[in-house]
């Protein structure tokens, strides 16, 4: 597949004011939205575009609550290199599987849930020691 | 002598307290960012002792960088790294350290087999390194760590004499006499 480098390029901005950020954000967002079927084609996903748009929406969610005007481009800026990278065709099947479509949020199983699946148990689970139980990063604030 | 003892007590004084330190910011991630206090009205009132510092604007670098959620609120322990016992030179303890609270649930076991020390803590080794304490400050609030600062040992260069191996001292027998 023939792509043209400059296809889809932007440039870095620094949007005016809320105003301007939430329509850069929204276009972004439309951009992505409409692609989906086309992603699925490209890389001949195993996945339907519906699963594409709610995996690209969570990842708008996310950032939903940001104020900050400096991240706002930043993050505007991250993703349109990644759209571009994406329909451009530049990624591998993993990338848009694992980076682009797959849920962020580790799923906070009980140590019986994850026994019963045989997943994760290694010898550690035997003696009692559980050390998947503890989520890194959560210093009990 | 004298001398030499209020410079040790306040050696001692400071190496016991560490002060938290409470930056106030505005990190505009969230809608739900607490308000920032006017303390006007005190200074009008004579009440202000304590100096307001101006707000600062804080990138959200946490956001940006993709770090993972769990690590945005972290506690962290700015500090300047003591020298090396070992060695008679004071190099690198001018510098300030970031490193990393152990977590709460104690991530840490050791391994049944070879007793290897493990931890699922990704960020226990971690340390930075930054000129001063300031950076080192500014650093923690742009990633949103929770940063509490130590302060610097007060150094001590004991005073060394020859001579005073030979001084007649009555009361105490001191072995050391440089320490």
Redesign the interface.
């Known amino acids: 597949m023939t792509t043209i480098p400059a296809r889809l390029a932007s440039l870095t901005r620094t949007s005016g004011g809320p105003a301007e950020s939430r329509k850069r954000a929204l276009k972004l967002y439309r951009d992505w939205y409409r692609s989906a079927p086309e992603i699925c084609g490209i890389y001949a996903l195993s996945v339907s575009p519906a699963y594409v748009r709610h995996s690209i929406r969570q990842r708008f969610e996310k950032n939903r609550n940001v104020t900050d005007q400096r991240a706002i481009d930043v993050l505007l800026l991250k993703s349109r290199q990644d759209y571009q990278e994406t329909m451009n065709c530049w990624k591998q099947i993993d990338h848009v599987m694992g980076i682009l479509l797959q849920t962020q949020e580790r799923p906070n199983k009980t140590f019986l849930e994850r026994f019963y699946e045989g997943l994760g148990v290694d010898d550690n689970v035997f003696i009692g020691k559980d050390e998947k139980a503890v989520i890194p990063a959560a210093s009990g604030i | 002598m004298s001398l030499l003892r209020i410079c040790t007590s306040t050696a001692s004084v400071s190496r016991r307290s560490a002060v938290q330190v409470i930056p106030q910011l505005s990190?505009?991630?969230?809608?739900?960012a607490a308000p920032t206090v006017v303390r006007k009205d005190e200074e009008k009132s004579g009440l202000g002792d304590i100096a307001v510092q101006p707000t600062r604007d804080v990138?959200?670098a946490d956001?940006?960088s993709g770090a993972?959620r769990?690590?945005h609120?972290?506690?962290v322990r700015i500090y300047q790294p003591t020298r090396n016992t070992m060695q008679s030179g004071s190099g690198k303890s001018e510098r300030w350290r970031i490193d990393f609270?152990t977590?709460?649930?104690?991530?840490?076991?050791e391994n049944?087999?070879m007793g290897w020390a493990?931890s699922?803590?990704?960020?226990q080794g971690t340390r930075m390194t930054f000129k001063s304490k300031e950076d080192a400050m500014h650093f923690a609030e742009k990633q949103g760590w929770?940063y509490y600062v130590q302060h610097a040992t007060v150094k001590r260069i004991p005073p060394k004499n020859y001579a005073e191996n030979y001084v007649y001292k009555p009361n105490t027998l001191r072995i050391m006499r440089t320490k």
């Open positions: 990190r505009g991630v969230t809608t739900e990138l959200v956001v940006i993972p769990e690590l609120h972290r506690s609270d977590l709460a649930g104690a991530g840490r076991w049944p087999l493990s699922g803590d990704y960020m929770d």
